[in-house]
Nanobody
Framework: QVQLVESGGGLVQAGGSLRLSCAASEATFSRYAMGWFRQAPGKEREFVAAINWTGNTRYLADSVKGRFTISRGYAKNTMSLQMNNLTPEDTADYYC????????????????????WGKGTLVTVSS
């Protein structure tokens, strides 16, 4: 069974940085687009960032542009999200997702229609 495993969540003060990583358990995912969604307490899941398999097409939610950067690893079944200048509004569970094309991630409403998910990693930003 394919697994997506996130790492790197934690507690950070406002203005700080965290780096999230996601690794897919199968090399076949090296040809998949990968991305991040997040879900804050009491809120719906929302798109954060996505990147295609080559790494040359990237999408970021408006709320994180200029602060977050998404990248693929040298091993294309890995992905990272560098988060800078974090605010308490970024506090959420962050989920790694994978899909055959990057549009499926970017255009997904609340993550619907995406088949592959990690279990999530919690990011808490204190004020």
């Amino acid at each position: 069974q394919v697994q997506l495993v996130e790492s790197g969540g934690g507690l950070v003060q406002a203005g700080g940085s965290l780096r999230l990583s996601c690794a897919a358990s199968e090399a076949t995912f090296s040809r998949y687009a990968m991305g991040w969604f997040r879900q804050a307490p009491g809120k719906e899941r929302e798109f954060v960032a996505a990147i295609n398999w080559t790494g040359n097409t990237r999408y970021l939610a408006d709320s994180v542009k200029g602060r977050f950067t998404i990248s693929r690893g040298y091993a294309k079944n890995t992905m990272s999200l560098q988060m800078n200048n974090l605010t308490p509004e970024d506090t959420a569970d962050y989920y790694c997702a994978a899909a055959p094309n990057v549009g499926s991630l970017y255009e997904s409403t609340r993550g619907r229609g995406i088949d592959y998910w990690g279990k999530g990693t919690l990011v808490t930003v204190s004020s």
